[in-house]
């Protein structure tokens, strides 16, 4: 009896010792495990699944997301026979195909089974299944767990994934579709514009405006377009700062069909592109871009245009080189306008019958600098230079014609044509920027007027080339050289023949209007340094006072007196420009206004 | 848990003793399947009882909290939330889980030997769970 008590006794007392050792580890594991682990990965118990650096993981399994794959979704095999234990898990992919992931690590001696014995692999989803949805997610998401849920940060990181660059191409593709729907015409890009015009240079060729047409943007426009009021080129061709101008304008287009939101739109644009360039010289070829276009009836320009215009307007502070400038249209605008030029020079260099052409004249500064210009297509390929001749309006160009005949005109009258003064215009020929080189000679030269209308018809070639590099003081620097030049010529000039002066006194009204206008330009450019010998040496009288049509001889003779006293009596008075008071002056205003509109008469 | 004493003999024996193999007995083909299979249980005991690492698997172990055996665990502490577990949490939870199953089985292992069986049948596990309850000094 002893027995069974001791052996009750021995089982008491193992089941004891047992249960001490139980209460010993559970102590150990209390210890163990009774601080934060801050660090922790959270296991997301819906999907059984947890962040890693290396991506996505199963608990208790392998990777099975690295990086920014598809999304899986992993449901639980709730209990599917024989395998319920088995750590089969049935995965979802995004595509909805099914598959079957083996979670256990590599060691387990339970390896997961394909599928439970009887289920079809290729089902989607036994029905016993049950599914987490995958709107249980955003509800993880809701505690304040900072593990990445499944599917949300796989969503994210598939996000995270695309690039600039990927975006960059499917914006302009957008941009682009958006463009085709809306009239092309309205962005007022310089790309654009250079581009466009070339096409519709053909119909606008069609329309020659006359000389005394001074404003071209209604004479360009085409033939169809040409019975559209002319009022309002003009009142379009002013200070066309504001793009309110534009929308006014545009909207009495019959052809257009520019929207305001869309102008409201590029106004943006534009004024963004004021901001960097300079305004007039952007607005009024936009103008006669706009005018100019037939959105229904021209061809606009294809896809890569619009790309092109897109990636300029992106990124507007980037020189965008014209891809495509038809050689010939250019090349016959310039050969257009200077045939033009050198008739109308030749007319009146040769009027008076003694004054050498032109061409004998090598250094002269206006068919120089006029030539310069009118070759720079062939070296500004690369530049947005050229296009200064593209959309000039018929109008500037006539007057940038005049301004250079008169120059013309000077160099001739004063006996220029040195040497010296060939190698800045044959160099400007020559290099690559001669364009700009041109125009900051023009600007040098005119740069002490504050004839605003001069300026607007020479600065679109400026203003659209590539923004200056120069400093200033360069072109200051080289009026001050020309300048210098061309006193030493006059003098000589004047000493040697100072007879030759007169005969300029017997000329019609074209050409005493322009000396008289000359005269004008003399004094203003040449300041106060040379103003004496100028005026002192130069016999301006019989040109001076050439008022009329007529020109009197009285009346050239009776001012060619009282110049000359004043000239003999003051010099310092004569340097001096001519006051409105003047005789002299006042009959200059009384010029015609298609002539010197564009040259104010200073007080 | 540290390495176990034995406390009991290593493996039950099912019947005497096996004759020498001096004498070679009729099923001696039988018996040394059965020695090799008892040997490798053997290995198996000695091998799991030098052993600390979890026994259950991990993925197995935490489907007890999924949604497909109805959130037990996790309802049952997070009150209806879905809540994110720290792997420790769970890594915690099987330890403490293993340990006192190995402590149950232990326990019905010497009922089952105080019987003189040496397979272990539920009802050693219900007599264990019975003596080994909290109400019976379990905590």
């Known amino acids: ?603 | 848990m540290g390495p176990r004493r034995r406390s009991q003999p290593e493996a039950p024996r099912r019947g005497p003793a096996s004759p020498p193999p001096s004498t070679p007995r009729r099923g001696a083909s039988l018996g040394s399947p059965s020695q090799r299979r008892r040997n490798v249980w053997l290995k198996q005991v000695k091998m799991l009882q030098k052993s600390t690492d979890l026994l259950i698997r991990k993925r197995s172990f935490s489907r007890l909290g999924t949604p497909s055996s109805g959130r037990e665990i996790c309802m049952k502490f997070t009150r209806g939330m879905d809540f994110n577990w720290q792997a420790q949490t769970l890594l915690a939870l099987q330890e403490a889980a293993e340990a006192y199953l190995v402590h149950l089985f232990e326990d019905a292992y010497l009922l089952s030997l105080r019987v003189g069986r040496g397979t272990l049948f539920p009802m050693d596990v219900q007599l264990a769970r019975r003596i080994c309850s909290i109400e019976e000094g379990l905590g």
């Open chain 1, 1 to 603: 009896m002893e027995g069974p008590g001791l052996e009750e006794d021995a089982l008491l007392q193992k089941l004891r010792n047992s249960r001490r050792r139980f209460q010993r580890r559970m102590q150990q594991l209390i210890e163990k495990y009774n601080h934060p682990f801050e660090d922790d990965p959270l296991v997301d118990l819906a999907t059984l699944t947890y962040q890693t650096p290396q991506g996505l993981k199963i608990w208790g399994g392998k990777l099975i997301k690295e990086g920014s794959e598809g999304l899986i979704q992993v449901f639980n095999v709730s209990a599917c026979g024989p395998s319920a234990l088995r750590g089969g898990v049935l995965v979802l992919t995004r595509t909805g195909c099914c598959g079957h992931v083996s979670t256990e690590s590599p060691g387990d001696p339970a390896e997961s089974t394909p599928f439970p014995r009887g289920q079809d692999p290729s089902c989607p989803c036994p029905a016993h299944l049950a599914t987490a949805p995958r709107n249980d997610s955003p509800s993880l998401l809701g505690t304040s767990s900072s593990s990445c849920v499944s599917s949300r940060t796989l969503e994210a990181d598939d996000i995270c994934d695309v690039t600039i660059s990927d975006l960059y191409a499917g914006m302009l593709h957008s941009m682009s579709q958006l463009l085709s729907r809306k009239p092309s015409g309205i962005i007022s890009t310089k790309t654009f514009i250079v581009q466009s015009w070339s096409s519709r240079r053909r119909h606008v060729r069609r329309v020659r405006a006359p000389m005394s047409q001074p404003h071209g943007a209604g004479a360009r426009r085409s033939g169809r377009e040409r019975p559209a009021p002319c009022s309002e080129p003009r009142r379009e061709m002013g200070p066309l700062r504001d793009c309110e101008n534009l929308v006014h304008v545009t909207r009495h287009k019959p052809g257009l069909k520019l929207d305001k939101a869309s102008l409201a739109g590029d106004k943006a644009q534009m004024l963004k592109l004021d901001s960097g360039c300079q305004e007039l010289q952007v607005t009024p070829r936009k103008h006669s871009s706009l005018t100019s276009l037939d959105l229904d009836r021209v061809h606009r320009p294809d896809q890569e245009n619009r790309l092109m215009m897109l990636k300029w307007l992106i990124s507007p502070v980037k020189i965008v080189s014209r891809p495509r400038m038809p050689p010939i249209q250019s090349g016959n605008r310039y050969r257009e306008i200077e045939v033009r030029f050198n008739k109308l020079h030749q007319e009146f260099c040769l009027s008076p019958g003694k004054r050498s052409c032109p061409d004998g004249l090598p250094g002269s500064w206006a068919m120089d600098l006029y030539r310069g210009g009118s070759v720079s297509p062939g070296g500004l390929r690369g530049l947005e230079t050229h296009r200064w001749s593209l959309p000039f309006s018929k109008a500037k160009a006539k007057r940038l014609r005049e301004a250079f005949e008169n120059l013309g005109r000077i160099s001739v009258e004063g006996g220029r044509g040195t040497p010296e003064g060939q190698p800045s215009p044959s160099h400007l020929k020559d290099s690559p920027s001669h364009s700009r080189g041109r125009s900051w000679q023009t600007s040098g030269l005119f740069q002490e007027h504050n004839s605003g209308t001069f300026r607007k018809a020479l600065s679109p070639s400026q203003t659209i080339s590539v923004p200056r590099i120069e400093p200033l003081g360069c072109g200051r620097n080289r009026y001050n050289e020309i300048k210098e030049k061309f006193d030493q010529l006059h003098q000589k000039y004047c000493q040697t023949s100072p007879q030759r002066a007169k005969a300029p006194a017997h000329l019609g009204m074209p050409s005493g209007k322009a000396s008289a206008e000359v005269q004008l330009q003399t004094q203003e450019l040449f300041g106060k340094s040379h103003r004496n010998c100028l005026f002192q040496k130069w016999p301006p009288s019989p040109q001076w006072h050439v008022c009329g049509p007529q020109g009197s001889p009285a009346a050239e003779a009776h001012p060619s007196a009282r110049s000359a006293h004043a000239a003999g009596r003051d010099p310092q008075f004569l340097a001096k420009r001519r006051r409105l008071s003047d005789p002299q002056v006042s009959a200059c205003s009384c010029l015609s206004p298609a002539g010197v509109s564009w040259w104010p008469c200073l007080p």
